[in-house]
Every structure is written in structure tokens, then in C-alpha cells.
């Protein structure tokens, strides 16, 4: 047992109006008995093993793909051997609940090692170094040396040993768990990595395979969950085939000009060195189309641009501004853990919190959301559970209408720009491309361009007009450049 | 602080912390004067902001002194107030003592949050698990003098329990940076709400009131999220701790 896929189940019950929005929507109101899998290709393998001993005859491979993350989380959950909490909200006192799940989580004898959809979910140390030595710990090696040559064979620099976990992007620390589950490949009986392709640029993907193969090495199986239209290599099943849009596109000018972005370094407890991003691009500015792709390796700086661009990040040298039409003062985002960015139990809630002071934003967002809704609800149907959940008031209510509330209420403001950060995170590929269209659609009527970050942009191929692709360039620069949207 | 051997710096750590449990161990030093207790207080707040700064580096000692004074806010204003609504309603005897009984804690805030917030860093939960490693039969030699098989298993895996509690407390200070760029994103002006066109609309009372209402709201949801946010990696901790734990203590010393 590993990860805490089964604390964030027993989180999501816990009642509060905070900027944490807990998750209900993922688990709550599936009926076990319901799933709905989906084969995906003639060569799929499926293995339900709900027998309570999950670890097959011979190692084996298996690819399982879900419709939804609800569906996938339940049966991580059910792969792990972690406790099954009751999922009813607000039945029972927060600390009783979550002494229960701790008496039950230390009965566990399931020896499956679970990747979460949020890798972040995996780590337990404060830093890269520690995290490794202690999946390491052994008194028979030298642990600097073994997490030294273990970061080299996952192409990760030297340096981020020594970095803090919190630190690192999103792509890096889905990195460093994969190297941690090769470190920790002969103490389980299995592996489980779920949608394991949302954070990983394409090109580093082997890394992902070469750990699946040092479990089946070992004789030991590997389970690979993924939602409908991830990775369609692995098994060759057909990838969404998505419908245009019919919006045009919305040109717009990235301004930039000797761009330094510092992460101040520490000395205590262990010393981290400064990091220093410096963005540049050939032209002092480059015209883009939005739709626009933001691609890039892992850890070169999507996301930090992104922050920089929406005013939340200072920059410690130079400086970047964005010229739209329609649309003017700083950038706003969708973060890549975007139910992270709720500041309430539901949709709704959400909206209400940001716009209790302003009854006019207020009306708008709400005008907003339902528009949305009702284009999800028409695009989407035959998706009951990611569409019609709905929360105690009656509202509607899932991971889907968490990101379409934080869209609403970017709108209302009409930013320079909206971006969205690896939008298809829980969200299978025809649900992110229908959620990213329509959030196009309502964002060009109102003038405001739209950046879309991902690693995965085959669902929104047809969607996007123009590239900005970050590249490291000489002398530690990242290089910004205009580029055709790839195949 | 880090190189020193752990149970010297422990010794160090629990002696700085001595006059946060008694008072009375700095200001017995100085005359019976109400201020001079209160510039006493002062002096050991400094000197235990010097020693956390030297070692941690003036940006992350600065970062907990903010933490500190947001609590400080929160909690000592509110008495405050509630002093001097009372004092209205009914004679206060020992005005004086109650200010520096206030003065007191804003000054025993300011230097506890500091101090947690270094102490929990200061050790290190890989390096406490070798050490148990090291020391491995140690405890169940100890054990064997513990009467009841409860309290031995209690004894034998002290140590990961507070390995546990230290990270879990570590990981407390971790999640600002992540949570703070999520506010950020929301409320750009930090101590304000990103819209707020009715703020005035009422007049300004009911826009200081609604300040004070957004201000104690702001509170509530960092002290929730940070609860629930260090709770969140116990599950984590505790399965790797273990795995550890066992790994080690059939590997060969």
C-alpha cells in the first residue's frame, strides 16, 4: 500500500468552504456494481480481480482504460488493498474517520505500489535526496551514490537532489516517482501507475515503459490505468477523433524582454542552490494565434511563465506582457491540480466566494457557467456521471464542472489571457477536448486568448492554431519560439 | 545547527525553549517593573530570532516571522478588544497586569511559531530512521525491562511514531509555498478580495465591516487547508516509514 489515494476519498467528506476543494465529485455516488469499461482495441486486457488477491499467476502487463476518473480511482483503490471508506459527506467527525482510516491503513498487507494521478500524492520526504535514499535504505549500498546513478538513468541533472520536492514542476516529480518505483521494484509484488502519460513530455514516455519492464523482469506484475484516449500507442486503440470548432482564431503578441525568474535557494536544513530561469527568444516578440499549444520538456518552464504571465510570480530581471485585443492587465490560469484552486465544496460555492462582493461579476459568472454547462451537457451525452452529478444542493457537480466554475469566473474579469495548464488532467481525452472547446468558444466571444500547456495535445490538435514551444537553449537560456503545432 | 550531533542539538533546541514553557526563567533576572519584564521578553525574542536567522538565512526567518504576526493578529487583537469591551462594562482591577499579560503573548507568538517551525527542521526523519538502524537493539533490550506486551510494542516503535509526527510537522511549513501561489492566483492584492465593487457601496463602515468579515474568513480557510494539507501525507509517511523501518532492521549492521 502505497500513496494516499484513500485519504484523499475520506478528504473529500470533510465539510468546509476553504481554498482546498476536496474532490467529492471523484468517488462519491459511483455504484461499484455500474462501472462502465470500455474495451478500447481488440488487444486490451481487462482483469477484474476482485477476488482480494490481486496478484496474478504470471507477471503480466495490463493496460485498463476508464471513462472516467471516478471509475479509474475505484479501482485503485480497489488495486492497492487501501481501506474503502463510506464516502457519505458530512456523516461523521473528520479526526474519527481519519483515525479509522489510519487503524485500518496499518492492517493493510496489500504489497502493490500505487502511482497516484498526482504524483505529488507519491512522496513522502522533503526532498529528491531523501525521497531516494530512503526508498534506497539499505545498509549494503551507498545512498549518494545509488540516487545519483538513479537520477542519471531517468535523465534527471544531478542538481535535483538537493531539491525540495514542492519545488519541482509537475513533469519532474512524475519523473522522480517513476525513479522511485524502480528503486522500490524488489520490495512490491506489483505496480500501478495510473494516467501515467499527463505529465511526462513524449519523448521521456520510454522511461515510463523501461519501469513496467523492470517490474515484469522481476516477475512481478504492472497495472497501467489510463482514461479513454491516453497513450493510444501502448495498446493501439484508436485516439478521439474530435469535432471542430468553428470559432476563428484570435491573434495576440507575447512580449518579451530578457525575462530572469529566480527561486531563492536556502541554506537550512539542507542547503538548495538559487535557480534561475531565464527566458529568450530570438524576436523581441512573437505573434501568436490563440488557440495557442505551450509545449516543452519537462521542467523547462512552462508553468513558471504561466505564473509570471498572471502576475502571481515576480520576475527577477526583465520583463513579459501580453497585447490582445479584446482584453487587457494580467493573464489568469487553470492550474495543472486545478480542483486545488476551488475555494469551496462545490461549483457553485466557488463562484459564490469569489464574487461575494461584486453582485454584478456575480450574475455574469453565473451566466457564464450555465452556458457552459449547457454546451457540456448537449456535447457530452451518454456522459451521466461526469455530466449530471450533481452535489447536495442540487447543483451540478464533478471534476468537469469544478475546472468549467474556475473558467466562468476567469471570463467575468476577461484577462489578457486565459491558460490552461495540462487541462486534460483527470478528464479523459473527449471530455478535455469538449471542455477545452467550449471554454474557447465562450473565452473568443469574449475576446480573451486563450494558452493551452499539455504534454498530451493530440485530443486538442484540431483545436489549436498556433505553438509557443520553450527549448533549452545555450547557456542555461530557455528559448521561445513560434512553431507549427506538431503532429 | 544540523551538524551538530543530534542529541546535543536536541539539548540546545529543548534549553532555548525553556523560558517559552516559564516566563519567570527570563524576567526573574530583572527588577520588579512591569516594563523592564516586558523589554526582558524582548531581548530573549531577539536573541532566539538571531539564532534561528544565522542558521535558516534571513528570507526564510523573515517568512516565519510573518506567519507569527498573522497569528498574532488573529488571536491578540480579538483579546484585545474584548479587554477593553469588558473594561466598559465592568471595573478591571490590574489594568496594567492584563496589558502585560497581552504583551506577553504577543511576544511568546512571535517567538514560539519561529522556533516550532526551525525545530521540526533541525532533524531529519531518513536520518532518524538509520539511527534507529544503528542503535536497532537498543529498544528491545529496554523493552524486555517494560512490563506488559502492549506497552513493549509501544516502546519498540516509539521511533517511528515520532519520525511520523516530525514529518508530518516538516511537511506543515513545506505546503505554504504551493498554497500561497494558489492564493496569489486568486487575490493578487494578497490581503484583499480580487472583486469587490460592492466593497463601498454600503458606505465605508460597511466596508470596514465586511474587511473584518473577509479578513477572519481568509483566517479560517488557511487554518482549514493547512489542517487538512499536513493531514494529507500521514498515510504516505507512515507507509514508507514502516517500509523503511523493517527494510533496515533485517538488513545486516
Redesign the interface.
Known amino acids: 500500500m502505497s500513496g494516499d489515494t484513500g485519504i484523499i476519498s475520506l478528504l473529500k467528506s470533510v465539510p468546509h468552504n476553504g481554498m482546498l476543494k476536496v474532490q467529492l465529485k471523484h468517488t462519491v455516488g459511483v455504484d461499484r456494481a455500474g462501472w462502465s469499461r470500455r474495451e478500447s482495441g481488440g488487444e486490451l486486457m481487462l482483469t477484474r480481480l476482485s477476488d482480494g488477491n490481486p496478484v496474478p499467476d504470471r507477471p503480466t502487463i495490463h493496460i485498463e482504460r476508464y471513462a472516467t476518473q471516478a471509475e479509474l480511482l475505484l479501482r485503485l483503490s480497489e488495486l492497492s488493498g487501501q481501506p474503502d471508506l463510506p464516502l457519505e459527506t458530512g456523516a461523521s467527525p473528520f479526526l474519527r474517520r481519519f483515525w479509522e482510516y489510519l487503524e485500518l491503513a496499518s492492517t493493510a498487507t496489500n504489497k502493490i505500489l500505487v502511482l497516484p494521478p498526482d504524483p505529488v500524492e507519491f512522496f513522502a520526504m522533503p526532498t529528491v535526496a531523501e525521497e531516494l535514499k530512503v526508498a534506497l535504505a539499505s545498509a549494503h549500498i551507498d545512498p549518494d551514490a545509488a540516487t545519483a546513478d538513479l537520477l542519471n538513468q531517468f535523465r534527471l541533472p544531478p542538481s535535483l537532489a538537493a531539491q525540495s520536492i514542492g519545488s519541482l514542476s509537475g513533469g519532474e516529480r512524475a519523473l522522480v516517482a517513476l525513479a522511485k518505483a524502480h528503486a522500490l521494484s524488489e520490495e512490491y509484488d506489483g505496480l500501478v501507475m495510473a494516467s501515467p502519460t499527463t505529465w511526462v513530455y513524449p519523448e521521456r514516455r520510454d522511461m515510463i515503459t523501461a519501469v513496467a519492464d523492470r517490474y515484469v523482469q522481476l516477475q512481478k506484475s504492472v497495472w497501467i490505468l489510463l482514461l479513454d484516449g491516453q497513450w493510444p500507442e501502448i495498446d493501439g486503440c484508436a485516439a478521439h477523433t474530435p469535432h471542430l470548432i468553428s470559432t476563428s482564431a484570435i491573434p495576440w503578441r507575447l512580449i518579451l524582454s530578457d525575462l530572469d525568474v529566480t527561486y531563492p535557494g536556502r541554506a537550512y536544513p539542507t542547503a538548495i542552490p538559487t535557480k534561475v530561469i531565464r527566458y529568450r527568444s530570438d524576436t523581441p516578440s512573437l505573434d501568436l494565434d490563440s488557440p495557442t499549444l505551450v509545449l516543452g520538456d519537462n521542467g523547462v518552464g512552462k508553468s513558471t511563465l504561466a505564473l509570471v504571465l498572471a502576475g502571481v510570480l515576480a520576475p527577477a530581471k526583465g520583463s513579459v506582457d501580453i497585447l490582445s485585443s479584446g482584453a487587457s492587465g494580467k493573464a489568469r490560469i487553470l492550474m495543472q491540480n486545478a480542483y486545488h484552486q476551488l475555494f469551496g465544496m462545490t461549483p457553485h460555492e466557488h463562484i459564490n466566494y469569489a464574487f461575494r462582493y461584486d453582485t454584478r461579476g456575480l450574475g455574469t459568472t453565473h451566466e457564464t457557467m450555465q452556458e457552459l454547462e449547457n454546451s457540456l451537457q448537449r456535447s457530452l451525452t451518454g456522459f451521466v456521471h461526469e455530466v449530471s452529478k450533481r452535489d447536495s444542493s442540487g447543483h451540478l457537480a464533478s471534476l468537469l464542472h469544478g475546472k468549467a466554475a474556475l473558467a466562468a469566473e476567469r471570463l467575468t474579469e476577461r484577462p489578457s489571457l486565459l491558460i490552461l495548464d495540462e487541462p486534460s488532467w483527470g478528464l479523459s481525452h473527449r471530455l478535455a477536448h469538449t471542455f477545452v472547446a467550449e471554454v474557447i468558444t465562450a473565452a473568443h466571444a469574449r475576446g480573451v486568448p486563450v494558452a493551452v500547456i499539455s504534454h498530451e495535445w493530440q485530443w486538442a490538435k484540431t483545436l489549436l492554431r498556433s505553438a509557443l514551444h520553450l527549448t533549452h537553449g545555450s547557456e542555461d537560456y530557455v528559448v521561445l519560439n513560434r512553431c507549427e503545432v506538431p503532429e | 545547527?544540523?551538524r551538530i550531533p543530534w542529541v546535543l542539538r536536541l539539548a540546545i533546541l529543548a534549553s532555548l525553549a525553556a523560558p517559552l514553557l516559564d516566563s519567570t526563567l527570563v524576567t526573574r533576572w530583572v527588577p520588579d517593573n512591569p516594563w523592564l519584564r516586558v523589554e526582558a521578553m524582548f531581548a530573549y525574542m531577539v536573541a532566539i530570532w538571531i539564532i534561528i536567522g544565522l542558521?535558516?538565512?534571513l528570507?526564510?526567518l523573515f517568512s516565519f516571522i510573518s506567519v507569527a504576526a498573522v497569528m498574532v493578529i488573529a488571536t491578540v487583537i480579538v483579546g484585545a478588544i474584548v479587554q477593553d469591551v469588558l473594561g466598559l462594562v465592568i471595573d478591571l482591577t490590574g489594568v496594567a497586569a492584563t496589558d502585560e499579560h497581552l504583551v506577553s503573548i504577543v511576544y511568546m507568538l512571535m517567538v514560539s511559531l519561529p522556533y516550532a517551525f526551525f525545530f521540526v527542521?533541525?532533524f531529519?526523519?531518513?536520518g532518524l530512521?538509520q539511527r534507529v538502524?544503528a542503535g536497532s537493539g537498543a529498544l528491545p533490550r529496554l523493552a524486555r525491562w517494560v512490563p506488559g506486551r502492549r506497552l513493549k510494542m509501544k516502546l519498540i516503535r516509539a521511533p517511528l511514531r515520532i519520525a511520523v509526527c516530525l514529518?508530518v510537522f516538516?511537511?506543515l511549513a513545506?505546503?505554504f509555498?504551493?498554497?500561497l501561489?494558489?492564493?496569489?492566483?486568486?487575490h493578487?492584492l494578497a490581503i484583499l478580495?480580487?472583486?469587490?465593487?460592492?466593497?463601498q457601496v454600503e458606505g465605508p463602515i460597511s466596508a470596514v465591516a465586511?474587511l473584518g468579515n473577509?479578513v477572519w474568513?481568509a483566517l479560517?480557510?488557511?487554518a482549514?487547508?493547512l489542517l487538512?494539507?499536513a493531514?494529507?501525507?500521514?498515510?504516505?509517511?507512515?507507509?514508507?516509514?514502516r517500509?523503511?523501518y523493517v527494510?533496515?532492521r533485517e538488513?545486516?549492521?
Do not use: Y
Open positions: 545547527m544540523r542558521n535558516t538565512g528570507d526564510k527542521s533541525s531529519s526523519v531518513a530512521l538502524h514529518r516538516q511537511h513545506e505546503i509555498p504551493p498554497l501561489t494558489v492564493w496569489r492566483e486568486e493578487p478580495p480580487r472583486n469587490r465593487s460592492d466593497w465586511k473577509w474568513n479560517w480557510t488557511w482549514k487547508c487538512v494539507f493531514f494529507r501525507i500521514v498515510p504516505a509517511v507512515d507507509d514508507e516509514v517500509r523503511c527494510k533496515l538488513a545486516p549492521r
